[in-house]
């Protein structure tokens, strides 16, 4: 289907591989995608039919993306808000909107709004120095009144686990706060968890959520290592799962897909880690194994089309991150191939021209006939023991 409304040029912020992976759909959908980002190597350059060489947060070059396209949209949280909120003064169009982003931008705020709204997450406090004003209650903690190991993040421009850090000790803390230049950083309760979840979930124009099955994440040093689909949780939890969901999307008006990390404790509660107001990397396999893929259908929400079916189309998938494990300018094609040649395997490369540790420079999903979290791991464990071979 293409679109039959006049809303044909889409402006994203970001040209990263999320923007990259929104190619194949708008060709699909016929939209073409204008990108503002600041380097020509950039994924998303090589897809798009226009590109503003210019920084994320650079609010004259967005006002040039807007004079190109009938709406702006995001592939990352790293804008510059309040320069954005005079451009929608000027009427320009932005999905999802901004005041859907605001409470979400910073770490801690992001804390507030989700206590606010009800949902569960990790007990939480914001620090500048020396005593704690907690988010929770308005009294002020002593240092000393602190429980460790606890988990410190920077309140904005994290990723990839890049702010988060887990501190056993006081001494650790102020260290860390240090390294983090001094600012108001978010303290946390540390989770034991028994697993990571996430869920991608969208919200059209008109209102209407569709949620992507529930998968489990496995994070290592703080970096998505792979995903399996679906998580092996009881029906309960899932429907626990698709409510918060649609009560964060809702409850902010989001037209839009946003990504939702979550812990699963040892007595069986989930608790919100994270919201990311975009596509997100716990749902690549959509590309392969789902219907409609997480970046078509953050396409046809932010263009007002119907969403469409987030069915897996498969029993089950697993998505491993390919990241990069040293400096260098390889673009790794034998290793590439091999993995294209085992059964029901898709390989995407990023095009990036250089290699860095932990750099997340491709994915490979394969779709299996099996939901068993011994089968899929088993799998994942195959496609690494290539990669990092
Ligand atoms: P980023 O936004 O940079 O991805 P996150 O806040 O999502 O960082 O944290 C990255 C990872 O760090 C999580 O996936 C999890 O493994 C670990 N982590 C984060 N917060 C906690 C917490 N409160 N308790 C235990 N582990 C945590």
Not at 117 to 137: K, R
Request: negative net charge; proline residues 5%; glycine residues 6%.
């Amino acid at each position: 289907m293409t679109l039959d409304i006049a809303l044909k040029r889409i402006g994203i912020i970001g040209g990263g591989q999320l923007a990259w992976m929104m190619g194949n759909p708008a060709h699909k959908l016929g939209i073409e995608l204008v990108i503002q980002t600041p380097n020509p190597t950039d994924p998303a350059v090589t897809i798009a039919t226009d590109t503003i060489l210019a920084p994320i947060d650079d609010p004259v070059a967005t006002a040039k993306l807007a004079s190109y396209c009938d709406i702006i949209t995001f592939e990352n949280e790293f804008i510059n808000l309040e320069a954005l909120k005079e451009l929608a003064e000027k009427s320009i169009c932005f999905r999802p909107r901004l005041e859907a982003l605001a409470p979400l931008l910073d770490k801690y705020d992001q804390r507030l709004y989700l206590e606010k709204i009800g949902i569960p997450q990790p007990q939480f406090t914001t620090w500048a120095g020396e005593t704690i004003n907690s988010g929770l209650s308005s009294e002020e903690k002593s240092l000393n009144e602190l429980k460790f190991p606890i988990v410190i993040k920077a309140r904005r421009n994290g990723y990839d686990g890049q702010g988060t850090f887990i501190i056993k000790d006081r001494d650790s803390l102020e260290k860390t706060w240090q390294k983090l230049g001094k600012n108001p950083v978010l303290l946390e309760e540390f989770i034991p968890f028994e697993r990571e979840l996430a869920v991608v979930a969208a919200r059209g124009l008109t209102g209407e959520v569709v949620v992507y099955p529930v998968v489990e994440t496995q994070q290592e040093e703080q970096v998505c290592r792979r995903v399996l689909v679906p998580a092996e949780i009881s029906p309960e939890l899932v429907v626990e799962i698709n409510a918060i969901a649609n009560t964060i999307l809702t409850s902010l008006e989001v037209v839009g897909i946003f990504g939702i990390e979550l812990f699963l404790t040892t007595n069986g509660k989930v608790l919100v880690n994270e919201v990311s107001p975009r596509t997100h990397n716990s749902g690549h396999f959509t590309i392969d194994a789902c219907e409609t893929s997480q970046f078509e259908n953050h396409l046809r929400s932010v263009a007002g089309l119907p969403l469409g079916n987030t069915a897996l189309n498969c029993q089950g998938a697993v998505m491993v991150n390919l990241l990069g494990y040293e400096t260098s300018q390889n673009d790794y094609i034998e290793k590439r191939q091999k993995l294209a040649n085992l059964p029901e395997t898709f390989v995407h490369w990023y095009g990036k021209t250089e290699s860095r540790r932990g750099r997340k420079l491709g994915h490979v999903t394969v779709r299996c006939d099996s939901q068993l979290r011994s089968e899929l791991n088993a799998i994942a464990k195959n496609i690494e023991s290539i990669w990092y071979s």
